[in-house]
């Protein structure tokens, strides 16, 4: 079994043409830049969006409207009120999405025509929607009754609810969008099982998702914790070994023919040995438990904040009870997630970097580890020249060039054990 490890040696990103060719660096900047760019433009116009709505005079009249439909029924106004600004929001942001969209299908990324894309946007808003609506109606619901312990009750029930959605979200939502199904007897699931052994991680199976309805990027993620804990693989990280694997049965035994199938395995099986190690480090447990503290802050905040008069009459609103607050309680809980995003994308760049250092110990197969960098950089289109403020702020895992380093390192400090193919950079 492998010990915990809190200290991660995390050498700084390397030049991207020690690992990759110039055409390959190009090809990766040219699809990347633009993207992060259009990002940047649809977060900015969505915070106009809820600026105008909250704190214009034409903006409040459009929520005064909705929230009359409901008559003095303070729950129905507030739905009413929340709804109506993410229907906006939706509509707004629904030309970024298919810009998109059409970068993928240009750059062969997308798999699916345009009325499958729209279905899954179309589900997913009203997912959103849903998940919004109920807890943010139920705040200002709350806060307009004041029911006895307000407001730390609402900010208990406010963590509740994020400790059930993230238990149930791997059984309920993620089936809503995607197929699962384990992943197939053979010598990868045997190595797998013993990879979660060597780990310490109880795992009784991997899932494979059928994402190549939709793309062709490659990845692999768990969700859940406990019984709903799962191992999800996309069936594209599988796709290249399932071809190898059919090439060298068509073609009968050899050295040769084994090869590709062999080093498509490696690259699987240190994936999952990286999500693994997520499950060793109670990654997702820990997530959800901050998840759920800055919820309950995130309530007991606003609430100290709209008893503030200058605030009030700012937004104007009577308090966090009015249900004409909603665009304001949605735009200060979108500035206050941008200025949480350091924090949250420094731990998260270290809980990956954590789970690639394990996944290096147990395979001890650093070249490997920089094959699968390669790959998963060149199948989606990563940024191979991050500007620096960018990955501080948002970047939730190491840079490509960052995590090879970090391989480069472990082959340097295991030079004298025999390690798998290690050679170091080029």
Same mark, same amino acid.
């Given at each position: 079994?492998?010990?915990?490890?809190?200290?991660?040696?995390?050498?700084?990103? $390397?030049?991207?043409?020690?690992?990759?060719?110039?055409?390959?660096?190009?090809?990766?900047?040219?699809?990347?830049?633009?993207?992060?760019?259009?990002?940047?433009?649809?977060?900015?116009?969505?915070?106009?969006?809820?600026?105008?709505?909250?704190?214009?005079?034409?903006?409040?009249?459009?929520?005064?409207?909705?929230?009359?439909?409901?008559?003095?029924?303070?729950? !129905?106004?507030?739905?009413?009120?929340?709804?109506?600004?993410?229907?906006?929001?939706?509509?707004?942001?629904?030309?970024?999405?298919?810009?998109?969209?059409?970068? %993928?299908?240009?750059?062969?990324?997308?798999?699916?025509?345009?009325?499958?894309?729209?279905?899954?946007?179309?589900?997913?808003?009203?997912?959103?929607?849903?998940?919004?609506? #109920?807890?943010?109606?139920?705040?200002?619901?709350?806060?307009?009754?004041?029911?006895?312990?307000?407001?730390?009750?609402?900010?208990?029930?406010?963590?509740?609810?994020?400790?059930?959605?993230?238990?149930?979200?791997?059984?309920?939502?993620?089936?809503?969008?995607?197929?699962?199904?384990?992943?197939?007897?053979?010598?990868?699931?045997?190595?797998?099982?013993?990879?979660?052994?060597?780990?310490?991680?109880?795992?009784?199976?991997?899932?494979?998702?059928?994402?190549?309805?939709?793309?062709?990027?490659?990845?692999?993620?768990?969700? !859940?914790?406990?019984?709903?804990?799962?191992?999800?693989?996309?069936?594209?990280?599988?796709?290249?070994?399932?071809?190898?694997?059919?090439?060298?049965?068509?073609?009968?035994?050899?050295?040769?023919?084994?090869?590709?199938?062999?080093?498509?395995? %490696?690259?699987?099986?240190?994936?999952?040995?990286?999500?693994?190690?997520?499950?060793?480090?109670? %990654?997702?447990?820990?997530?959800?438990?901050?998840?759920?503290?800055?919820?309950?802050?995130?309530?007991?905040?606003?609430?100290?904040?709209?008893?503030?008069?200058?605030?009030?009459? #700012? #937004?104007?609103?009577?308090?966090?009870?009015?249900?004409?607050?909603?665009?304001?309680?949605? #735009?200060?809980?979108?500035? !206050?997630?941008?200025?949480?995003?350091?924090?949250?994308?420094?731990?998260?760049?270290?809980?990956?970097?954590?789970?690639?250092?394990?996944?290096?110990?147990?395979?001890?197969?650093?070249?490997?580890?920089?094959?699968?960098?390669?790959? *998963? $950089?060149?199948?989606?289109?990563?940024?191979?020249?991050?500007?620096?403020?960018?990955?501080? *702020?948002?970047?939730?895992?190491?840079?490509?060039?960052?995590?090879?380093?970090?391989?480069?390192?472990?082959?340097?400090?295991?030079?004298?054990?025999?390690?798998?193919?290690?050679?170091?950079?080029?």
């Amino acid at each position: 079994m492998v010990g915990w490890r809190w200290r991660v040696p995390r050498p700084p990103a $390397a030049d991207p043409l020690r690992a990759f060719s110039s055409e390959e660096v190009e090809v990766c900047v040219r699809h990347a830049k633009p993207r992060q760019r259009w990002g940047l433009m649809a977060f900015a116009v969505d915070l106009l969006l809820l600026a105008a709505l909250a704190l214009s005079p034409p903006g409040r009249r459009v929520v005064a409207w909705a929230a009359g439909l409901a008559g003095g029924f303070v729950p !129905g106004r507030a739905a009413l009120t929340v709804t109506t600004v993410m229907v906006l929001q939706a509509l707004v942001g629904l030309p970024f999405s298919l810009r998109a969209y059409r970068q %993928d299908r240009r750059d062969g990324l997308a798999t699916q025509r345009l009325p499958g894309f729209l279905a899954d946007w179309l589900k997913g808003r009203g997912v959103g929607l849903v998940l919004t609506v #109920l807890p943010v109606a139920g705040l200002i619901a709350a806060a307009h009754w004041r029911p006895p312990g307000y407001p730390w009750v609402a900010a208990a029930v406010g963590a509740l609810l994020v400790v059930l959605l993230g238990l149930l979200s791997p059984v309920v939502l993620e089936p809503l969008f995607n197929r699962f199904a384990p992943l197939e007897a053979g010598p990868l699931r045997e190595r797998m099982l013993a990879l979660a052994a060597t780990i310490g991680v109880p795992v009784r199976d991997v899932l494979v998702t059928d994402a190549s309805r939709r793309t062709t990027r490659v990845n692999a993620y768990v969700s !859940g914790i406990g019984r709903t804990r799962r191992v999800v693989v996309y069936d594209t990280l599988l796709a290249d070994r399932r071809a190898a694997a059919a090439r060298a049965a068509d073609d009968g035994p050899g050295p040769v023919e084994r090869a590709p199938e062999r080093e498509r395995e %490696d690259e699987v099986a240190l994936v999952l040995a990286h999500e693994l190690a997520h499950v060793r480090h109670r %990654d997702v447990l820990l997530g959800m438990a901050g998840g759920a503290l800055t919820t309950a802050g995130g309530v007991l905040l606003v609430s100290w904040l709209l008893e503030r008069a200058w605030l009030r009459d #700012l #937004l104007h609103v009577s308090g966090l009870g009015d249900p004409d607050v909603a665009p304001g309680l949605l #735009l200060l809980g979108a500035v !206050g997630a941008l200025l949480a995003a350091p924090l949250a994308s420094a731990v998260s760049r270290w809980a990956e970097a954590r789970a690639d250092w394990l996944a290096l110990e147990v395979s001890r197969d650093p070249v490997t580890a920089v094959a699968v960098e390669r790959r *998963l $950089a060149l199948e989606n289109r990563a940024d191979l020249r991050p500007n620096r403020l960018r990955v501080l *702020l948002f970047a939730s895992h190491p840079p490509t060039m960052a995590r090879i380093a970090q391989a480069w390192l472990w082959a340097d400090r295991h030079a004298d054990e025999p390690v798998p193919g290690a050679g170091g950079p080029a």
